[in-house]
Each structure stands twice: as C-alpha cells, then as structure tokens.
Nanobody, 121 residues
Framework: QVQLVESGGGLVQAGGSLRLSCAASGSIFIIDTMRWYRQAPGKQRELVASITSGGSTTYADSVKGRFTISRDNAKKSGYLQMNSLKPEDTAAYYC???????????????WGQGTQVTVSS
C-alpha cells in the first residue's frame, strides 16, 4: 500500500513563508514525477508545480519566482518552499506523484490528503 502524507501547512501573514513536505511510504519501487496542486474554496484544483525524477521543474505563472519545488529521492519526499505568500495563495495543498509500487509494477498516480495553507492580509 502506497501513501502520500503532507505536512507543513498553517496560518501565515502575507509576505511570510511556509515549507510543505510530502512523504511517500509503502512498497515503492520508484517515484517518477511529483507535483503540488492546490484548491481554494469554490475554485478548481490547479497545478502549482511539478518536478521529474531527474529534477526538471515547472511552475504555474502565479507562483513563479516565489515557490520552489524540490525532492529528496533517498527520503522518498518532496517539498514546496513558499515565499512571499499572498492571500490569494490560501488553499488546500495536495501532493501528487506517479509511483511504481512493488505490488503492482505499474505507474499509478497517488494523492495525499491535503494540508491547509491560510495567508492573512
């Protein structure tokens, strides 16, 4: 059974920083692309950032220059460093990853349970 667990969300003032973590556990053979999504109340879930197993990254225009995605393959973990936070960054943030498990031996997309980020003005 593969699981993704996020941590690091919370309440922060505008201009502040938070670092989200995503830890994968279970019978994992390889973790391919890792992503962070977010969903604000009444809005669709949007892709914030992604990072491939080789370290190539992409960002939504709204977070470029403020957010940094990274990963530690040895720890089976991904991170999202969020700086210069704005009230419009308020959302539930979800970790997502393409993982090949030793049980299935095929790539399956997994989701974490989400962590809330609230930015006050």
């Amino acid at each position: 059974q593969v699981q993704l667990v996020e941590s690091g969300g919370g309440l922060v003032q505008a201009g502040g920083s938070l670092r989200l973590s995503c830890a994968a556990s279970g019978s994992i053979f390889i973790i391919d692309t890792m992503r962070w999504y977010r969903q604000a109340p009444g809005k669709q879930r949007e892709l914030v950032a992604s990072i491939t197993s080789g370290g190539s990254t992409t960002y939504a225009d709204s977070v470029k220059g403020r957010f940094t995605i990274s990963r530690d393959n040895a720890k089976k973990s991904g991170y999202l460093q969020m700086n210069s936070l704005k009230p419009e960054d308020t959302a539930a943030y979800y970790c997502n990853a393409d993982i090949i498990g030793t049980g299935t031996w095929r790539s399956i997309q997994y989701w974490g349970q989400g962590t809330q980020v609230t930015v006050s003005s």
